[in-house]
DNA sequence: TTGTAAGCGTTATCAC
DNA sequence: GTGATAACGCTTACAA
C-alpha cells in the first residue's frame, strides 16, 4: 500500500482536466495553453503536488539516478572524488547511489547488479573487476569508468604518464640519479601505470630501473617500505600515492635521515594538501575534477544515448612542496644523529 | 518505453505458473510448496531474473533505499562513518543514496525534499539545519540523526562528556595546570558540546576555564591558533577536532616547541590514525559505529514502523599516543631551539 | 496452495 | 490542445 500523499489525480479532478493534461503540465508545457500549464502548476503548489519519480521511473525506464562505486570510501583519494561527482550530478538533477566494494571484485560485481535496476548508469572508480565483467555490465547499462582504460568502455584516465615524468624530471635536475619508484598493489592497474612510466622515464634518464614494493598503500606498509629504500641506497624516490610516500617519511624519518636533507620524496594524487611535515612535494591528480568529469560524460550518454568510445585525459601537475631537495653527496648515509641541528 | 529485460512473466510463462506465484516465490517462499518454489527460483536464474525493485517500490510503497547526508564527505570523520552506514546498509539490502549539503542548511533542506519521495528514511550526519526544518522532515519519513540532539528524533550520539573528560583527567594527571580547549566554529553543535564538556571538566578540576578559538575546523585554523596558545600560557590543550590538533601541532613546531616536551595536545576523532608525528593522543569517537548504529536504528524503525524515541549513545575511548607527556617547568616558554639534540 | 485481477502513479499512444 | 486508455513490472486481496 502507498502512503496517502497527492497524486496526479488530485490535481487532475480539482483543476478540472484530465491526468494527461497534468503530466504535461510538468513534462511538456509546451504541448498546452500557456493558461491551462499555470492554472495547473498553481493548484499542484496549493496542493503539494511533486511527481512521484518511482512511478514515472516505471513508465519511461528513466531513473533520475545514478549509481558510483568506488573500492574505499575511506581511502583518502576517493572523497574528493566522491564529493565532486555528487555535486555535478545534483546539478544536473540525478541523486547518486554510493557503493563501496570495499577492494573485493566479487562484491562490486554482486553491487552492479543490484543496482543496476534502479539507475540510469555507473560511474566505477578504480574498478577491480575483470575486464570481461566491467564489459558485461557496461553493456547492460551507460557505464563511465574512472581509472582504469578499457577500450570500448567510456573512461576517465589520469595523466600518470605526465605526472610521473615531471616528478623524475624534478628530481632528475635536482641532481639525484639513483631514484625509485615504490610501488604499490601489483595487482592494481594504477600502480602499473605508475610504475611503467616510472621505469620509462628512468630508461629516459639513462639510470638505474629500480621499483621497490610497499605492497599495501596503506601507511604501514610506507614505513616499512623505509628500510628497504635505504638498503638499495637511492637518493629520492616516487612514491605509489600521498599514503606509501607519508609513511616512507615517517619511517626515514625514525631511522634517523632527515627529509629533503637525506633523501627527496615524491607522492602522487595530491590529497593530503600541506598536512604533513614536511609539506609532501606530490604530483596532484586533480581526483575532483576526475570525478565530476566522469559524471557529465556518463549523463551525457544517458541523455543522448549514443554509445561513444571516449577517453578523457585528466592533466596532472606536480605540486613542489618542502619533501624534495637537491642531491648532496652525504645523501642516503644513515646512522647519523637526527637532531636537526645546524 | 523501459528496456527490455526479463519480468515476472517470463518466468511466469517458462515455469508455467501464474505471475502472482512467481512473485511469491520471491517475498514470501512459505506459502508455496518448496518444489514450487525451487523450481521457480532456478528457472529465474536461468533466465537471469531479477525483481525490478522500482516496480516493487510502486506498489508497496516501500524502496529498498535510504538517504544518507552528511555537510562534507571530505571531512575526514565522514568517510568512516559513510563506508560502515552503507556496508550495514547493504547487508540488510538496502541501497544508500549519498548526499553532501556542502555545510549549507539550504542545500540540506533542498536534499531532504528531493530524495524524500524515494527513499524510506533518513540518515542525517551532523545536521546543518535548524531544528524546527529537522523536526518537519523528520515527520515526514523516518530520520535519524547523528551528532545532534534534538528531543523526539532518534539519533546516534557521541559521549562527548565522556571523552573530554577522559582527557582533561589524563592530562590533569600529568601535571598539567593551564589546558585550553581549541575551539571548531562557535555555531557547531559538536563544538558546543565539546567545549561545555571541557569547562566543566575545568570547573571540576579546579582550573581555570580556557577556551581559544580556531574559528574554522581546518588544518590551516589549527596553525593560526598555535600562536594564541602560545600566548595563553597554556601547557596543554584538547582540540576540537584530529585536523585542528595536527595543525596546532604544525604551528607550534614552525613556532620551535617541540610536542610533547613544551606542550600537549589531545585531538578528537580519531580518524588520522598514527599518521601525523608525532602520532596524536586522540580521543576516539568511534564513527564508523555511528554509522552503522544509526543505519541499524533507522532501519528497526523504517520495518517495524513504530515511531519510537531512540537515543544512543556511542562510547568513546582516549588513545594514548606521543603529543601528550608530562608537565615540566620549562612547558610553554617558546624560544628556545627547535633542535632535538638531548 | 495457487490463480485472478485490481491497483500503485506516471507517461505515451491514439483519438477527437 | 486535450482526453481516454493502455502500458510499465510488481504485489496482494480475494477466489478457487
Chains 1, 2 share one sequence.
Not at 39 to 61: C, F, K, W
Not at 229 to 253: K, Y
Request: hydrophobic fraction near 45%; include cysteine; proline fraction near 6%.
Amino acid at each position: 500500500m502507498a502512503r496517502s500523499s497527492i497524486t496526479i489525480g488530485d490535481v487532475a479532478a480539482k483543476a478540472g482536466v484530465s491526468r494527461a493534461t497534468v503530466s504535461r503540465a510538468f513534462t511538456r508545457p509546451d504541448l498546452l495553453t500557456a493558461a491551462v500549464v499555470e492554472q495547473v502548476r498553481r493548484i499542484a503548489d496549493e496542493l503539494g503536488y511533486v511527481p512521484n519519480r518511482i512511478a514515472r521511473a516505471l513508465s519511461t525506464g528513466r531513473f533520475g539516478t545514478i549509481a558510483l562505486l568506488v573500492p574505499d570510501i575511506a581511502n583518502p583519494f576517493f572523497p574528493p572524488l566522491i564529493r565532486a561527482a555528487q555535486a555535478r550530478a545534483d546539478t544536473l538533477g540525478y541523486a547518486v547511489f554510493l557503493g563501496d566494494s570495499d577492494e573485493t571484485p566479487d562484491r562490486e560485481d554482486r553491487l552492479l547488479a543490484k543496482l543496476a535496476p534502479q539507475v540510469d548508469g555507473f560511474v566505477v572508480a578504480s574498478p577491480r573487476l575483470d575486464e570481461e565483467r566491467i564489459r558485461f555490465h557496461a553493456g547492460q547499462k551507460p557505464a563511465v569508468l574512472i581509472n582504469r582504460d578499457i577500450a570500448g568502455v567510456p573512461r576517465v584516465l589520469i595523466d600518470v604518464r605526465g605526472g610521473i615524468e615531471m616528478a623524475m624530471t624534478h628530481l632528475f635536475g635536482l641532481g639525484h640519479r639513483r631514484i625509485a619508484y615504490v610501488s604499490g598493489p601489483a595487482a592494481s592497474w594504477a600502480n602499473q601505470q605508475r610504475e611503467q612510466a616510472a621505469m620509462a622515464a628512468a630508461r629516459r634518464f639513462g639510470i638505474e630501473e629500480l621499483a621497490i614494493p610497499a605492497y599495501r598503500p596503506t601507511y604501514e606498509a610506507g614505513q616499512a617500505a623505509a628500510a628497504r629504500l635505504i638498503a638499495a641506497g637511492v637518493s629520492a624516490a616516487v612514491a605509489f600515492d600521498d599514503i606509501v610516500a607519508q609513511g616512507l617519511v615517517a619511517g626515514l624519518s625514525a631511522r634517523g635521515l632527515v627529509i629533503p636533507r637525506d633523501l627527496s620524496i615524491v607522492g602522487f594524487d595530491d590529497v593530503l594538501a600541506a598536512t604533513t611535515y614536511p609539506p609532501l612535494t606530490t604530483i596532484d591528480a586533480h581526483c575532483a575534477d576526475a570525478g565530476a568529469a566522469a559524471v557529465a560524460l556518463l549523463l551525457e550518454i544517458v541523455e543522448t544515448g549514443e554509445r561513444r568510445d571516449a577517453a578523457l585525459t585528466i592533466p596532472t601537475r606536480l605540486v613542489q612542496r618542502d619533501s624534495t631537495g637537491p642531491f648532496t653527496t652525504e645523501d642516503a648515509k644513515p646512522g647519523r644523529s637526527a637532531s636537526a641541528g645546524s
